[in-house]
């Protein structure tokens, strides 16, 4: 039963009033140079208002003209107000503002890892917002930063006051963000895609530290994500935005079971279903990818005494028959990359075999690998950073067979047809990565992957950076050069709804090794490894069929 | 860290072995030859003999360069074939002069160019970007002994505010060391502080659009402590580099400026060395700033692990 924040806020104090809010690009006039067009909202006292939208709808833009730190030269507000705690925040001065931020109104960033300054002690950073807000005595202000982080929870709080970012994990990092946020108990919390980067356990627990936190200070929270499932666990009101425009708000439970708007609509029916899709017909059973007790172990180091070494993978076995897609899900640090990265042989497994298209690659030499690696091929996570950004995209397609002998008039001739099987036009071979949109340029390294005609793809993350209705398309689109030309692939991920919609079987690990194995069907639908549990349990919103407006029947 | 300073320590025997080798030899293969030279015109192909018997010259190559390592292992740099003092003492006097100015100028350079480049940074695009990258580009393309001059004339001949030429040592007269070193030491600086300045925007720019930087803006900070406090630490590593390079660039580069200043430094030493092929000088002066440089090297790689905390060897 999926429980929604039904207790309606609105007879509470409005903390942040938006009016008519408009934001245009600086020094451009006319409506193409608006960002924001006529946003207006209200957050109340103990409310937590969510702004859903995909990449560009201007989400952020709005939180950042809250804070007053829309950039320079590039934003500006061009219209509307923003009143918090009956105070007109446009009217301030630089100074007034500042003095605002930090104090009343505080802000969590998506990536802890680069919000956190890397070279400076997180009790330091946490302490530089009472001191430059408060006259605190060293001590005191030591012991009040020591305080805020035993209030979210950091263990050893005297331990981590000294550390670095780059030495606690994502969720203690993001722990530390909402320590500095929250250390002076402001009136407005505003949290940027707060738990995108972490993991779905961390997720869960940041998310509930949030909500207690609110609760204890009545903290008006605008929340700003992408994630269906987290607006669903977490707001009273949601706010949908498309193209610099509010196109349907509404309570959170009337959103959800009675979307009026087409969009809104639309993108529901993009989140995909945990509930897995059903089996498909195996015709081979020809297995294209076949690991056996592969091991990798990182050597501890040490220059006399050989510590022991980290075992990032142990005991690995698995088959991926051709046309069939395995999924590897986990959450980080549980060796799925490091069994994707040793099958393609980026790194070398220590011990056991790695069979691809029947030939073992694990004990190659690299040069004696180089005529195999054709056969299998790899779209990373990050579409932005995987294509050279000064070579057309046909001079990256064609570069891959054209190492290989063939002849480089048939290999741009393949890449026509690649363009025209990932949906793009033929003329997209003589532009640019940078000209092209994040789902584009993820079809453009699916287009690069099949050039080569593998046997086996391996889509590490491969859908996880891109907005929901983006990854759906993605998703039927590796589905379709599946069925077209039958290659197997193994896909990587940490995110359970996209593994039930592409996966035939699926494997959890967790710690390096493999958990549980087993059809997608049964994995998700009926886990038997608690940890396995515990990371569906973790979902956001599991309880509830986004597409269909409703409860899921079968949770 | 121990074991690795220790590590790179041990690194710079084959370098300074591999630098020796070949400045012995590159010395051996230029024409020109000292006994002629020390001997005058006049003399008889006798007498330079002579000459060239004493000062060994007239061993096979082997062995001059194994008798001039065996003695460097021993400390010994050798004797000057012009003046015979020993080069040890030679290169003693004339060191320090370079050093303190060298040091003068490095100080002077990162005092006027990291807040120039940080400004710059900040006020990306405006007026005062533009004019920091503009005085980068003068400084970059004028002369050094044109600037030189220029300082005496002005600031020496026509303002008469500090002496034209000379030296004194700081340990001798701290006032009047500053009043005759601080002209060389601008004058050397203006190519500094273009470099460095233009190193430091680049990389406060890059760490300006950092998500930390945004996350101190939203934590209500003052514009000084995101700029310096998380800025510019965060920038420091290749700024640092580019110190470092400097200050050995600038012990073997001095020449010119001790020339025009008339100080008694190691840059002229190194040049009359060369003029009169006074071979051991030469041959030590050359390791002599091979060894700083590698040993700058190691400072430079050492000051990373203390600015950067990610940075461990």
């Given at each position: 039963?999926?429980?929604?924040?039904?207790?309606?806020?609105?007879?509470?104090?409005?903390?942040?009033?938006?009016?008519?809010?408009?934001?245009?690009?600086?020094?451009?006039?006319?409506?193409?140079?608006?960002?924001?067009?006529?946003?207006?909202?209200?957050?109340?006292?103990g409310?937590?208002?969510?702004?859903?939208?995909?990449?560009?709808?201007?989400?952020?833009?709005?939180?950042?003209?809250?804070?007053?730190?829309?950039?320079?030269?590039?934003l500006?507000?061009?219209?509307?107000?923003?009143?918090?705690?009956?105070?007109s925040?446009?009217?301030l001065?630089?100074?007034?503002?500042?003095?605002?931020?930090?104090?009343?109104?505080?802000?969590i960033?998506?990536?802890?890892?680069?919000?956190l300054?890397?070279?400076?002690?997180?009790?330091?950073?946490?302490?530089?917002?009472?001191?430059t807000?408060r006259?605190?005595?060293?001590?005191?202000?030591?012991?009040?930063?020591?305080?805020?982080?035993?209030?979210?929870?950091?263990?050893?709080?005297?331990?981590?006051?000294?550390?670095?970012?780059?030495?606690?994990?994502?969720?203690?990092?993001?722990?530390?963000?909402?320590?500095?946020?929250?250390?002076?108990?402001?009136?407005?919390?505003?949290?940027?895609e707060?738990?995108?980067?972490?993991?779905?356990?961390?997720?869960?627990?940041?998310?509930?530290?949030?909500?207690?936190?609110?609760?204890?200070?009545?903290?008006?929270?605008?929340?700003?994500?992408?994630?269906?499932?987290?607006?669903?666990?977490?707001?009273?009101?949601?706010h949908?935005?498309?193209?610099?425009?509010?196109?349907?708000?509404?309570?959170?439970?009337?959103?959800?079971?009675?979307p009026?708007?087409?969009?809104?609509?639309?993108?529901?029916?993009?989140?995909?279903?945990?509930?897995?899709?059903?089996?498909?017909?195996?015709?081979?059973?020809?297995?294209?990818?076949?690991?056996?007790?592969?091991?990798?172990?990182?050597?501890?180091?040490?220059?006399?005494?050989?510590?022991?070494?980290?075992?990032?993978?142990?005991?690995?076995?698995?088959?991926?028959?051709?046309?069939?897609?395995?999924?590897?899900?986990?959450?980080?640090?549980?060796?799925?990359?490091?069994v994707?990265?040793?099958?393609?042989?980026?790194?070398?497994?220590?011990?056991?075999?790695?069979?691809?298209?029947?030939?073992?690659?694990?004990?190659?030499?690299?040069?004696?690998?180089?005529?195999?690696?054709?056969?299998?091929?790899?779209?990373?996570?990050?579409?932005?950073?995987?294509?050279?950004?000064?070579?057309?995209?046909?001079?990256?397609?064609?570069?891959?067979?054209?190492?290989?002998?063939?002849?480089?008039?048939?290999?741009?001739?393949?890449?026509?047809?690649?363009?025209?099987?990932?949906?793009?036009?033929?003329?997209?071979?003589?532009?640019?990565?940078?000209?092209?949109?994040?789902?584009?340029?993820?079809?453009?390294?699916?287009?690069?992957?099949?050039?080569?005609?593998?046997?086996?793809l391996?889509?590490?993350?491969?859908?996880?950076?891109?907005?929901?209705?983006?990854?759906?398309?993605?998703?039927?689109?590796?589905?379709?050069?599946?069925?077209?030309?039958?290659?197997?692939?193994?896909?990587?991920?940490?995110?359970?709804?996209?593994?039930?919609?592409?996966?035939?079987?699926?494997?959890?690990?967790?710690?390096?090794?493999?958990?549980?194995?087993?059809?997608?069907?049964?994995?998700?639908?009926?886990?038997?490894?608690?940890?396995?549990?515990?990371?569906?349990?973790?979902?956001?919103?599991?309880?509830?069929?986004?597409?269909?407006?409703?409860?899921l029947?079968?949770? | 860290?121990?074991?690795y300073?220790?590590?790179?320590l041990?690194?710079?025997?084959?370098?300074?072995?591999?630098?020796?080798?070949?400045?012995?030899?590159?010395?051996?293969?230029?024409?020109?030859?000292?006994?002629?030279?020390?001997?005058?015109?006049?003399?008889?192909?006798?007498?330079?003999?002579?000459i060239?018997?004493?000062?060994?010259?007239?061993?096979?190559?082997?062995?001059?360069?194994?008798?001039?390592v065996?003695?460097?292992?021993?400390?010994?740099?050798?004797?000057?074939?012009?003046?015979?003092?020993?080069?040890?003492?030679?290169?003693?006097?004339?060191?320090?002069?370079?050093?303190?100015?060298?040091?003068?100028?490095?100080?002077?350079?990162?005092?006027?160019?990291?807040?120039?480049?940080?400004?710059?940074?900040?006020?990306?695009?405006?007026?005062?970007?533009?004019?920091?990258?503009?005085?980068?580009?003068?400084?970059?393309?004028?002369?050094?002994?044109?600037?030189?001059?220029?300082?005496i004339q002005?600031?020496?001949?026509?303002?008469?505010?500090?002496?034209?030429?000379?030296?004194?040592?700081?340990?001798?007269?701290?006032?009047?060391?500053?009043?005759?070193?601080?002209?060389?030491?601008?004058?050397?600086?203006?190519?500094?502080?273009?470099?460095?300045?233009?190193?430091?925007?680049?990389?406060?720019?890059?760490?300006?659009?950092?998500?930390?930087?945004?996350?101190?803006?939203?934590?209500?900070?003052?514009?000084?402590?995101?700029?310096?406090?998380?800025?510019?630490?965060?920038?420091?590593?290749?700024?640092?580099?580019?110190?470092?390079?400097?200050?050995?660039?600038?012990?073997?580069g001095?020449?010119?400026?001790?020339?025009?200043?008339?100080?008694?430094?190691?840059?002229?030493?190194?040049?009359?060395?060369?003029?009169?092929?006074d071979?051991?000088?030469?041959?030590?002066?050359?390791?002599?700033?091979?060894?700083?440089?590698?040993?700058?090297?190691?400072?430079?790689?050492?000051?990373?692990?203390?600015?950067?905390?990610?940075?461990?060897?």
């Open positions: 039963m999926m429980r929604f924040k039904n207790d309606d806020k609105s007879s509470s104090k409005a903390v942040l009033d938006i009016r008519h809010l408009s934001v245009r690009l600086s020094g451009e006039e006319g409506p193409g140079s608006l960002v924001l067009d006529d946003i207006s909202l209200q957050v109340h006292e409310e937590t208002v969510s702004l859903v939208g995909e990449s560009g709808s201007g989400k952020s833009v709005t939180s950042l003209a809250v804070m007053g730190l829309l950039p320079k030269g590039a500006e507000v061009s219209g509307g107000e923003i009143d918090m705690d009956g105070e925040l446009l009217t001065t630089p100074s007034q503002m500042r003095t605002l931020r930090g104090q009343r109104m505080a802000m960033f998506q990536e802890p890892m680069t919000a300054n890397p070279v400076m002690r997180v009790g330091d950073q946490i302490a530089e917002v009472l001191q807000h006259e605190l005595s060293k001590r005191d202000c030591r012991d009040r930063v020591l305080d805020v982080m035993q209030q979210v929870y950091l263990p050893d709080v005297a331990r981590i006051y000294g550390s670095y970012p780059h030495q606690l994990s994502g969720g203690q990092r993001q722990r530390i963000m909402i320590a500095m946020a929250l250390a002076l108990e402001p009136k407005l919390l505003i949290a940027d707060p738990t995108t980067a972490l993991d779905v356990t961390t997720q869960a627990q940041i998310l509930s530290l949030i909500a207690e936190l609110q609760e204890r200070h009545g903290t008006a929270v605008l929340f700003i994500t992408h994630d269906m499932g987290v607006v669903a666990e977490v707001s009273h009101a949601v949908v935005m498309k193209h610099g425009k509010i196109v349907e708000q509404a309570p959170v439970e009337t959103l959800f079971r009675h009026s708007e087409e969009y809104t609509k639309r993108l529901l029916r993009s989140v995909p279903s945990l509930i897995p899709r059903g089996a498909r017909s195996q015709e081979s059973t020809e297995p294209v990818l076949e690991v056996s007790d592969m091991q990798k172990v990182y050597s501890g180091g040490g220059l006399f005494l050989r510590k022991p070494g980290t075992h990032a993978a142990r005991d690995i076995n698995l088959t991926v028959k051709r046309g069939q897609t395995l999924g590897i899900v986990g959450e980080s640090g549980s060796g799925k990359t490091t994707a990265r040793s099958i393609m042989r980026l790194i070398d497994p220590t011990s056991g075999s790695i069979r691809v298209a029947g030939k073992e690659v694990a004990t190659l030499s690299r040069r004696a690998l180089r005529p195999h690696r054709k056969h299998f091929q790899v779209v990373f996570q990050d579409p932005f950073r995987s294509l050279n950004p000064r070579w057309t995209v046909g001079r990256s397609l064609v570069e891959g067979p054209v190492n290989f002998g063939t002849p480089r008039h048939e290999a741009y001739e393949r890449a026509l047809e690649m363009m025209e099987l990932v949906d793009l036009p033929g003329d997209a071979l003589e532009r640019y990565p940078h000209q092209f949109s994040g789902g584009q340029r993820q079809r453009i390294a699916i287009a690069r992957a099949v050039m080569m005609r593998p046997d086996l391996v889509a590490d993350e491969a859908v996880s950076a891109l907005d929901v209705s983006v990854q759906a398309q993605v998703l039927d689109l590796l589905d379709e050069v599946q069925a077209r030309l039958g290659i197997a692939i193994l896909f990587i991920t940490h995110d359970l709804r996209v593994a039930a919609q592409i996966c035939d079987e699926v494997i959890v690990m967790q710690y390096g090794a493999i958990v549980e194995h087993g059809s997608a069907r049964e994995v998700l639908s009926n886990p038997r490894h608690d940890y396995t549990r515990m990371l569906i349990g973790a979902a956001p919103g599991r309880e509830w069929d986004f597409a269909n407006c409703c409860e029947l079968s949770a | 860290m121990l074991g300073i220790i590590r790179r041990l690194a710079v025997v084959p370098v300074m072995i591999i630098v020796a080798l070949f400045v012995f030899l590159i010395l051996r293969l230029t024409p020109g030859d000292p006994a002629a030279i020390l001997a005058g015109d006049s003399a008889t192909p006798a007498q330079l003999e002579r060239r018997d004493r000062l060994g010259l007239n061993l096979p190559l082997y062995e001059q360069f194994f008798q001039w065996r003695m460097m292992f021993q400390g010994d740099l050798g004797v000057s074939l012009i003046s015979n003092t020993p080069v040890s003492t030679m290169i003693g006097q004339r060191i320090w002069p370079t050093l303190n100015i060298a040091m003068l100028t490095i100080f002077l350079s990162v005092l006027i160019a990291v807040p120039m480049g940080v400004l710059a940074a900040w006020r990306h695009r405006s007026w005062v970007d533009y004019a920091v990258m503009s005085f980068s580009v003068l400084g970059f393309s004028v002369p050094v002994f044109v600037i030189g001059y220029l300082f002005i600031f020496a001949i026509e303002l008469r505010w500090l002496p034209v030429q000379g030296y004194t040592a700081p340990t001798q007269d701290l006032l009047g060391f500053f009043q005759r070193a601080l002209l060389p030491s601008f004058t050397l600086a203006t190519i500094y502080v273009a470099l460095i300045a233009r190193m430091t925007r680049a990389s406060m720019l890059d760490v300006l659009g950092e998500d930390y930087v945004r996350t101190a803006r939203a934590k209500g900070l003052r514009e000084g402590s995101i700029l310096f406090r998380h800025a510019l630490r965060n920038a420091a590593v290749p700024i640092m580099t580019i110190i470092g390079t400097g200050f050995a660039l600038l012990i073997a001095v020449v010119v400026t001790e020339s025009v200043f008339n100080i008694p430094g190691v840059g002229r030493l190194t040049v009359d060395a060369i003029l009169a092929r071979y051991p000088v030469i041959q030590a002066m050359i390791l002599l700033t091979a060894g700083l440089y590698v040993l700058v090297n190691l400072l430079i790689d050492i000051s990373y692990t203390i600015i950067d905390p990610r940075i461990r060897y």
